[in-house]
C-alpha cells in the first residue's frame, strides 16, 4: 500500500487529541509516526523531513541548551544536528528496530557536541589532564549497544562540561596550579605516582599529595552542580 506524505499543517498527536490513551499507547503512536516520517524522509521526501525538524527542534536545542549557555551555539549546533540527521537518512542509516527515531536523533545531536568537545580541546590547552579521562572513559565503553553508548556519551558530555568550568574556576582562583594540571594529565595517562615524580622533578611523596587535593577540589566543584 502507498503511504502518502505529510501535508504541510501535519503535526505529531497532541495530548489532548490522545486522551483516551494510556501514557504508553501515546508514546507508541508518536514513536510509529516519528519512524514514519523517518521513513519517508530516508526516501528523500522533503516534507517529511520538515514535519520532523518542526516537530523535534525544540527538543534537540533543549539537549544543546542544557549543555552550553551561549544561544547561538545552540542554534548552531542544532542546525549541524538536521544537516547530520538528513545525510544519515538518505544513507539509510536510520532503523527503528535498534532505536527510537527520538534517541537516533539526540544519539546524532550527542556526537556533534563531542565534535565540539574535541575542537574545544585543541583551543583550551589548560586542561589536557580533564580530556585525557574523558577519552578513556570514552574507549573503554566501545562495543556497547547504539541506545546505551548514546547515554553514556551525553553523559561524558555534560560531565566534561562541568569539569571544565570546575577547573577554570580553579585556575582563576588559583586553586589548581600548572604542577597540578601537568600531575593529573600523567597520572590520568596511566603513569605510575612515581614515575610522574622522575617526570616532573618532584617527590613522589609531593605528587600523592598534590593529586589528592586536586581531585578533592574537583570532586566537591561537581558535586555542587549534581554530579557525583
Not at 19 to 37: F, N
Not at 58 to 86: I, K, M, P, S
Not at 185 to 204: C, H, K, M, N, W
Amino acid at each position: 500500500m502507498t503511504r502518502s506524505s505529510p501535508g504541510p499543517n501535519d503535526r505529531l498527536p497532541a495530548t489532548d487529541e490522545c486522551s483516551s490513551q494510556s501514557a504508553a499507547q501515546q508514546a507508541a503512536t508518536v514513536r510509529a509516526e516519528l519512524s514514519r516520517l523517518a521513513d519517508l524522509a530516508s526516501a528523500g521526501d522533503e516534507v517529511a523531513f520538515e514535519c520532523l525538524h518542526r516537530g523535534l527542534h525544540d527538543r534537540v536545542c533543549a539537549f544543546f541548551r542544557r549543555r552550553l549557555g551561549n544561544r547561538d551555539l545552540v542554534e548552531e549546533l542544532a542546525q549541524r544536528t538536521w544537516v547530520e540527521v538528513w545525510r544519515s537518512l538518505d544513507r539509510g542509516q536510520f532503523d527503528p528496530e535498534r532505536a527510537s527515531f527520538s534517541t537516533y536523533l539526540l544519539g546524532i545531536g550527542s556526537k556533534v557536541f563531542l565534535r565540539h568537545c574535541r575542537t574545544e580541546k585543541r583551543t583550551r590547552d589548560h586542561t589536557p589532564a580533564i580530556h585525557a579521562l574523558f577519552e578513556r572513559q570514552q574507549s573503554d565503553r566501545e562495543g556497547e549497544s547504539s541506545v546505551t553508548e548514546t547515554e553514556h556519551v551525553l553523559d561524558l558530555c555534560s560531565t566534561l562540561e562541568a569539569l571544565r568550568d570546575c577547573v577554570e574556576r580553579a585556575r582563576a582562583g588559583r586553586r589548581l596550579t600548572a604542577l597540578d594540571v601537568k600531575i593529573l594529565e600523567r597520572v590520568l595517562a596511566g603513569r605510575s605516582e612515581r614515575e610522574t615524580a622522575v617526570d616532573i622533578g618532584v617527590a613522589p611523596s609531593t605528587v600523592n599529595a598534590r593529586k589528592q587535593a586536586a581531585l578533592e577540589f574537583l570532586r566537591r566543584c561537581l558535586a555542587r552542580k549534581g554530579i557525583r
